[in-house]
């Protein structure tokens, strides 16, 4: 079975740093391009930012450029998002995501929340 299990949220000030996991099982992490999403009650969940199969390569959302880092550790089947200079409107559910690489079959962890306090 496919897991992938978010962990770290939490409440935190403005300014602050916080880090986020998620943890993969029951599939080959290295086929996968792995990313992180953001949804907030009443919006679309929104493309944080996503890092290539090898972690060669990575893409983010201009709101967090600069300020957040994905990466992952394949030898360990764990992604993360280093979130730095948090600031309020970060304030929403992180998601982890798994998408092959070739076949583009996509999965989501269960979301941790993350909220900024001005």
């Known amino acids: 079975e496919v897991q992938l299990v978010e962990s770290g949220g939490g409440l935190v000030q403005a300014g602050d740093s916080l880090t986020l996991s998620c943890a993969a099982a029951?599939?080959?992490?290295?086929?996968?391009?792995m990313g992180w999403y953001r949804q907030t009650p009443g919006k679309e969940r929104e493309l944080v930012a996503d890092?290539?199969?090898?972690?060669?390569?990575?893409d983010y959302a201009e709101s967090v450029k600069g300020r957040f880092t994905i990466s992952r550790d394949n030898d360990q089947n764990t992604l993360y998002l280093q979130m730095n200079s948090l600031k309020p409107e970060d304030t929403a559910v992180y998601y982890c995501?798994?998408?092959?690489?070739?076949?583009?079959?996509?999965?989501w962890g269960q979301g941790t929340q993350v909220t900024v306090s001005s």
């Open positions: 029951g599939f080959t992490f290295s086929n996968y391009v």
């Open positions: 890092i290539s199969s090898g972690g060669g390569s990575s």
């Open positions: 995501s798994a998408v092959h690489y070739v076949l583009g079959q996509k999965y």
